[in-house]
């Protein structure tokens, strides 16, 4: 069965700093892998994916992700912060042989002025 | 933006009354999928559709019937709601039978509270 584990409930930068959410995932198959954003009172919008072929992949507002099949990660990046980027962020996983997926329980980043 | 609606976007109803969610998309997709969102719990997949009248059970399916009649809408009813189902509901698609990668496309939720 596939899992998905978010290291980190809430996580806080300063402004003009690095992010980094963590992602783990666990596939008896290749894994398709996912990074969602959810801004107050809306749905989860898809900031980047990965299915197969580059395993860095690079998604919207500057956002990059990088599957280490190794670690079994797919940690989630941005090399700059800024306010806009509040959210809270989710990790999925899918696979080709799976109709569903399945997301982690989030990470809440809140920006430092 | 993916053409969701979900309907009604604010519910208070109370214990033991039956309450029906909707969905409604305007992309053709094949796959529709209900989650629900709790704070600590993620979202969690409570049934999906594969096609007009197939579905199947996710991970927190007790208490809850879908049915799907038309390609367009998915609906979500709790039989005798609880206080236990208090939460936002998310309704979700995917175009999975054309590409099995598709990613999903949420709407914009619908927050029940079970009193």
């Known amino acids: 069965a596939q899992s998905v584990t978010q290291l980190g409930s809430h996580v806080s930068v300063s402004e003009g700093a690095l992010v980094l959410l963590r992602c783990n995932y666990s596939s008896s198959v290749p894994p398709y892998l996912f990074w969602y954003v959810q801004y107050p009172n809306q749905g989860l919008q898809l900031l980047l994916k990965y299915t197969t072929g580059a395993t860095l992949v690079k998604g919207i507002n500057g956002f990059e992700a990088e599957f280490k099949k190794s670690e079994t990660s797919f940690h989630l990046t941005k090399p700059s912060a800024h306010m806009s980027d509040a959210a809270e962020y989710f990790c999925a996983v899918s696979d080709s042989s799976a109709s569903k997926i399945i997301f982690g329980s989030g990470t809440r980043l809140s920006i430092r002025p | 933006d993916a053409g969701i609606t979900q309907s009604p976007r604010h519910k208070v109803t109370e214990t033991g009354t039956p309450v029906t969610l909707r969905c409604h998309q305007t992309e053709n997709h094949r796959y529709m999928y209900w989650y629900r969102q709790d704070p600590g719990h993620g979202l969690r997949l409570i049934h999906y559709s594969y096609g007009v009248k197939d579905t199947d059970k996710g991970e927190v399916s007790d208490g809850y019937s879908v049915s799907r009649s038309k390609t367009e809408d998915f609906l979500l009813t709790l039989e005798s709601a609880t206080s236990s189902q208090t939460s936002v509901y998310f309704c979700?698609?995917?175009?999975?039978?054309?590409?099995?990668?598709?990613?999903?496309?949420f709407g914009n939720g619908t927050r029940l509270t079970v009193t």
């Open positions: 979700a698609i995917s175009d999975r039978g054309r590409s099995e990668n598709s990613p999903l496309h």
